[in-house]
């Protein structure tokens, strides 16, 4: 690493579950790689579900996965031990929330106490989970390989229900969060706190307050830019192009020139 910036990227929306990108974003990685601005990526898949992804566009800097559970380091990434770290698989992953059974148990709790009847995905057929997560089996079973936080469906509740379901997980501090047509239940998951924890180990590897520079689209923004110094707002067809706030500057998702402005805009710091 030779820069004091590190890029925090929320990346579900650029790469999709069959690990294609949006056109540029390869070489905007390539670009913060000759640059040596490490890109963190932020997602709400897995550590199983986000490996062939790693590996096919040379994502070699730490990830936070799960949405916040956890902060994944590889091997000898820092010369130096992190906090409250625990092994798992090739990284050493630095926790926010509990790890596993933790989730399955509160999920199975919670719809106990609200008689709100749900279906965890660790618990369905290898037919029925690819026919649920809308992938081929291989790539479905990745899913449900969790470390942290429970995929699960609502069998057929309300709305009302489903805001119950949510309260009564809240008040136990558990969070109940949408992934499409699926939900996440985690205990003490807290991507600010992910954040924090990795930027104090970059503080210490650098020997510098390094300067966090966000990026999202507008659905996956809200509990990443508050974590940030500096945000990059990437706005779809039907979300203007525009400042968001002073320490944030949009670019549109789909515009052919927006990777190419946003690694000038990030190598000379004028976010």
């Avoid at 540029?24 to 990526?41: H, Q, R, S, T, W």
Wanted: charged fraction near 25%.
């Amino acid at each position: 690493m030779r820069s004091t910036t590190v890029v925090f990227c929320a990346i579900d929306n650029l790469i999709g579950a069959t690990h294609k990108s949006l056109s540029g974003f390869p070489e905007f990685l390539e670009g913060l790689g000759d640059a040596g601005i490490p890109l963190v990526p932020v997602t709400t898949r897995g550590r199983l579900e986000l490996d062939t992804t790693l590996r096919k566009f040379g994502l070699a800097h730490p990830f936070i996965a799960e949405g916040g559970c956890g902060v994944y380091l590889p091997e000898d990434y820092f010369h130096l031990k992190a906090p409250r770290s625990v092994r798992l698989g090739r990284f050493t992953c630095v926790p926010q929330a509990a790890p596993q059974p933790a989730a399955g148990e509160m999920l199975h709790s919670l719809a106990e106490e609200t008689g709100i009847e749900v279906v965890a995905l660790r618990g369905l057929s290898p037919r029925e989970l690819a026919q649920n997560a809308g992938l081929q089996q291989r790539e479905a079973e990745l899913v449900r390989q969790r470390d942290f936080d429970e995929l699960f469906f609502f069998a057929g509740a309300s709305e009302a229900h489903v805001k119950r379901f949510r309260d009564t997980a809240t008040q136990k501090k558990a969070e109940v969060r949408p992934r499409g047509a699926l939900w996440s239940l985690a205990v003490g998951a807290s991507l600010r706190g992910c954040v924090k924890d990795l930027s104090q180990l970059y503080e210490r590897s650098l020997r510098t307050n390094p300067l966090r520079v966000g990026i999202a689209t507008s659905d996956e923004a809200g509990e990443l830019f508050p974590a940030c110094d500096r945000c990059l707002l990437l706005a779809t067809r039907d979300e203007p192009a525009r400042p968001t706030a002073t320490r944030h500057q949009s670019l549109p998702l789909f515009a052919a020139e927006t990777w190419k402005v946003a690694l000038e805009a990030i190598e000379k710091r004028q976010l």
